[in-house]
Structures are given as C-alpha cells and as structure tokens.
C-alpha cells in the first residue's frame, strides 16, 4: 500500500517582508528627500529704511488707511474696499492721496498674499512695504509709445519657424510640469487612502496564502 506523504506548507518569509517592507523604505525615502515639496515664491524688492524716509514716503500723500488684523475670509469686505480704492487712484491719476495698508500682529498670511494680488491685479502705479505697512501712491505718468521713423527691411531666415519649435516646446514643457504638479498634489491628498489600500492589499494577500496552505 503507498502512503501519501502530506505536503509541507509554504511560508516565503522573505517574500512577505519584501512585499509589506521595500514600499515603506520607499515613501520614508521620498519624505526624506521633500520628494513631494513644491517650491513657490514671488519677486519682492524691499527698500532700506533710509531710503524711505528720505523720500518722506509716509507724509507725501493723505494716506487713507487700512487696518488688517484677521485672515482673509473676516477681511473680505475691507480688501475690496480697498481694491476699489486703489482702482479709483489709478484712473483719476490722483497724486494728493493714496493709501496705507497696515498689518495687525494678529495678521493672517493670507490676507498679505491677497493685498500683493490686488497691487497686480489693479496695476498700482507705486507702492512700497515698510515694516508692517505698505503706502501705495497714485502717479500721473503715462507711458506713451516712441513712433520709430527708421524703416526696417525684414529678412526671412527662418526665425518663425524656430519660435513655432521653441513655442511648441515651451508648451509641451509646461503641460508635462502641471501633470507633474497634479500628480504630486493628488498623491498628497490621497496618501492617507493610498496606504489603506496598499495595507489592504497586504493583509489579504496574507489571508490568502495562509488559507491556501491550510487547504493543502
């Protein structure tokens, strides 16, 4: 009579510890590296104190003032005041006043963020920071265009073609980077239901392989 010899069970340790332990050693890895930082900032030139005086920057104008001392959902209704403001200086080239915007210590970010966004917005003739204040000054000049009486032969050689390229690649370039971004900022959002899903993955992968092994 033969014997069955009862089959031995399967258990691949180094499979399970590379499958629950290489993704963890990779997301410690893109963490450690700011894989998923996103770098931003703006052009801001800030004037010495020395300057600023001066030029009596704080007298030169009556300044009307803006107190800001809360985030910007609570100072909606004073930022578009002020945008409104700023509007009207700018069309009536007004050179008598202006306005001066001060920050509070209780200031949210936020609202700073939006002020800079309105000056560019509203295409503010002049403004300067100076601690926690900015002065914003209305101007009269107007930039008028130079009429060129010199005559020029163009030539063709190729130059269009060669924007066409650079445009082409300028704008493939830029719908790869805001993929890119997409990615990155989707990934960050769903971090958090990623890794349940891939610890979901694992723990049924473990129930499976020990079921099967017990089946045998």
């Given at each position: 009579?033969?014997?069955?010899?009862?089959?031995?069970?399967?258990?691949?340790?180094?499979?399970?510890?590379?499958?629950v332990?290489?993704?963890l050693?990779?997301?410690?890895?893109?963490?450690k590296?700011?894989?998923?930082?996103?770098?931003?900032?703006?052009?801001?030139?800030?004037?010495?104190?020395?300057?600023?005086?001066?030029?009596?920057?704080?007298?030169?104008?009556?300044?009307?003032?803006?107190?800001?001392?809360?985030?910007?959902?609570?100072?909606?209704?004073?930022?578009?005041?002020?945008?409104?403001y700023?509007?009207?200086?700018?069309?009536?080239?007004?050179?008598?006043?202006?306005?001066?915007?001060?920050?509070?210590l209780?200031?949210?970010?936020?609202?700073?963020?939006?002020?800079?966004?309105?000056?560019?917005?509203?295409?503010?003739?002049?403004?300067?920071?100076?601690?926690?204040?900015?002065?914003?000054?209305?101007?009269?000049?107007?930039?008028?265009?130079?009429?060129?009486?010199?005559?020029?032969?163009?030539?063709?050689?190729?130059?269009?073609?060669?924007?066409?390229r650079q445009?082409?690649?300028?704008q493939?370039?830029?719908?790869?980077e805001?993929?890119?971004?997409?990615?990155?900022?989707?990934?960050?959002?769903?971090?958090?239901?990623?890794?349940?899903?891939?610890?979901?993955?694992?723990?049924?992968?473990?129930?499976?392989?020990?079921?099967?092994?017990?089946?045998?």
């Open positions: 009579m033969i014997s069955k010899q009862k089959r031995k069970r399967i258990f691949y340790v180094p499979g399970m510890i590379s499958l332990l290489i993704p050693f990779c997301f410690y890895h893109f963490y590296v700011d894989a998923f930082k996103v770098n931003a900032g703006i052009n801001l030139h800030l004037p010495n104190k020395e300057s600023f005086f001066e030029y009596k920057i704080p007298s030169l104008r009556k300044y009307k003032v803006f107190n800001f001392n809360e985030n910007e959902i609570s100072e909606k209704k004073k930022l578009q005041d002020m945008q409104l700023l509007r009207k200086l700018a069309n009536n080239k007004d050179t008598i006043n202006g306005i001066k915007i001060h920050f509070g209780k200031t949210n970010y936020d609202v700073f963020i939006r002020t800079i966004d309105i000056l560019d917005e509203e295409n503010a003739p002049d403004w300067t920071i100076n601690e926690n204040d900015i002065y914003i000054l209305g101007s009269t000049n107007t930039y008028k265009k130079v009429k060129d009486t010199i005559q020029y032969d163009t030539m063709n050689c190729g130059t269009l073609e060669i924007m066409r445009a082409y690649w300028e493939k370039e830029k719908i790869e805001e993929k890119h971004n997409f990615q990155l900022s989707f990934f960050k959002q769903k971090w958090i239901l990623i890794s349940f899903g891939y610890f979901g993955l694992v723990l049924l992968n473990i129930f499976v392989l020990v079921k099967f092994n017990r089946s045998k």
